[in-house]
């Protein structure tokens, strides 16, 4: 399908004075991300309180990571959801470089990573530990320019699984959503202080892709949020009555999780898995 240049994508600035929880700006704000992630399930997050200079440092620490010996970065080995480093020509993309950093608000999980990828320099890293009942994990992507005249789709179309998605880049566009009408919007001119946001499976996302048109290389940041292993997902009781079933069942996560990387699942459509692992037939309306 091709791409819509007329859809406005939905911008949303996150204020400072709008962040403190029960006041009027809050409940706009909250609004508003309600209404995106009803419509196209992802938005422009405005966020300026992140420097310019801190941005442009992070994607100069990327690619000082993209440079270290291989045998270094195939340190970076992971169980899932995290998962490690993932090389040019695996099965992602063959212009695809990705490496996983598990709970990155955990200090020694950020220790532990840079000092597998930079033995040499000390991390000065400083972490809170909050009681919260997800993690996040992060990773750190490039994507290379295809050569000329080749196939330009560098991530292939999909929907992400865990609860949400924010995503990063280094102002080289790329990133793609579909929206209802099977059209895509390509995200361009995005501030130097935005990020992206889009909601996973659970809140019936749009798929999304990577397209790269220019002759550079595309980094990018992903920081994806997962409930704590044990959680399980359930609709709401006040959501459910005779005009409005359950339609899915209550479940685990994590197995879930590890339902969309089993082998049976790898051939199937990505925006369905849900749904043949959770659906029920027929939906349930108490």
Not at 95 to 108: A, I, P, R, T
Not at 134 to 157: A, D, H, L, S, V
Not at 186 to 191: A, F, G
Request: contains cysteine.
């Amino acid at each position: 399908m091709s791409v819509d240049a007329k859809i406005e994508f939905p911008v949303i600035e996150f204020r400072s004075s709008d962040l403190e929880r029960g006041t009027d700006g809050w409940h706009r704000l909250c609004n508003k991300v309600r209404e995106a992630c009803e419509t196209f399930g992802c938005f422009e997050v405005v966020y300026d309180t992140i420097s310019t200079e801190v941005r442009e440092e992070m994607f100069r620490l990327m690619k000082e990571l993209v440079e270290v010996p291989v045998e270094r970065k195939q340190k970076n080995v992971l169980p899932p959801p995290s998962y490690g480093w993932v090389g040019p020509g695996s099965h992602v993309s063959p212009l695809y470089e990705g490496f996983g950093l598990g709970d990155v608000s955990n200090y020694d999980s950020v220790k532990n990573f840079t000092q597998l990828m930079w033995p040499e320099d000390i991390a000065h890293t400083m972490g809170t530990q909050l009681e919260k009942n997800y993690i996040t994990i992060m990773r750190m992507m490039k994507y290379m320019p295809p050569p000329p005249g080749e196939n330009e789709i560098r991530f292939f179309p999909h929907t992400d699984k865990p609860i949400s998605t924010l995503i990063c880049e280094n102002q080289i566009p790329g990133l793609e959503i579909e929206v209802n009408n099977g059209q895509w919007i390509k995200l361009t001119n995005l501030s130097p202080s935005s990020f992206v946001f889009l909601v996973g499976d659970l809140l019936m996302a749009w798929k999304h892709r990577v397209m790269i048109r220019e002759d550079k290389d595309r980094f990018s940041i992903a920081a994806f949020v997962f409930p704590n292993k044990g959680t399980i997902i359930k609709t709401p009781k006040e959501l459910i009555d005779e005009q409005h079933p359950r339609v899915f069942k209550d479940f685990d996560f994590m197995e879930f999780y590890s339902f969309v990387f089993s082998d049976p699942a790898r051939s199937r459509d990505s925006g369905q898995l849900l749904y043949e692992f959770a659906a029920l037939t027929p939906p349930v309306s108490n």
